[in-house]
């Protein structure tokens, strides 16, 4: 099936390892332009030049998206640099930074951060034709997940933003959708840590997989890609949920 990626204007953030890296690999495949941060400016140099092999242009910098000035500065210039975008994966979370508990972290990461970019990038994706969001929830924002902590919540706060943020811009030609994974496991990912820090945990959670086994980053990620495609075209509004048989609840 052709996606019909090639020459689209993407933008994703969060991305230089797991989902959001996963994602960016098949955005470059299929022959869209991309530009992205993450904080850390070696994996960001790493992955500049790995997708630089796929011949479309790539934007990759370090930065810190908890400036949020910083961030609104740098959304614009990358949207002026890419020559307008088609599509935005607000991809960067707390949860790559450990903080999962702490409220602070989570609004202004997850919350903050997805909100300023669908906002500040609402004109560029008006002017497309055939634009889309993918903003990325959890499935510990859909059902009772390990403890009571500030992720879980902000998580399900942004299934619901989604869907009333798609509702407004639809007329736009603004699609939005949501992709809420479970537990993903990838090398240096929060899993991995807690299979040395929590083991029991991390044995209970394996048990609890309906296909058998923990998911990875590339099988999140051709959802993602697949939202945002203009091969998903009349797709807005959803939250799909990536987790091998993880959660239990029947969704209707």
């Known amino acids: 099936m052709d ?31 991309i530009a992205f941060f993450s904080r850390n400016a070696e994996q960001v140099a790493q ?8 011949g479309g242009k790539v934007i990759g910098e370090p930065l810190d998206m908890l400036d949020h000035d910083g961030y609104v500065a740098w959304l614009k210039s990358a949207a002026e640099r890419l020559g307008g975008v088609d599509i935005f994966v607000p991809g960067a979370s707390a949860s790559g930074s450990g903080t999962t508990g702490d409220w602070d972290a989570c609004f202004a990461a997850d919350i903050k951060g997805t909100v300023l970019g669908c906002e500040t990038l609402q004109p560029y994706l008006a002017e497309s034709g055939s ?3 993918v903003i990325m929830a959890s499935t510990a924002g859909t059902e009772t ?3 009571p902590q500030a992720y879980n919540a902000m998580k399900a706060a942004l299934i619901a ?15 939005v959708n949501c992709v809420s994974p479970g537990p993903i496991k990838f090398p240096g990912g929060n899993w991995e840590a807690i299979k040395d ?36 075209s009349y797709t807005t509004g959803t939250n799909v949920v990536i987790d091998g048989g993880y959660t239990k609840r029947i969704q209707f």
């Open 47 to 54: 992955t500049v030049e790995s997708l630089s092999r796929h």
């Open 161 to 175: 933003y989604s869907g009333q943020f798609g509702q407004m811009v639809g007329p736009q030609g603004i699609r």
């Open 145 to 147: 997940f390990i403890v």
């Open 131 to 133: 634009s889309a969001i």
């Open 197 to 232: 820090l929590a083991p029991e945990l991390y044995q209970a959670t394996e048990a609890t997989f309906a296909l058998g086994r923990w998911g990875g980053p590339e099988e999140v990620a051709r959802t993602i890609v697949f939202l945002a495609s203009p091969a998903s």
């Open 3 to 33: 996606l019909g990626l090639k020459g689209k204007k993407v933008i994703l953030t969060g991305g230089s390892r797991g989902i959001g890296r996963a994602a960016l690999e098949i955005f470059a495949e299929e022959g869209a332009d």
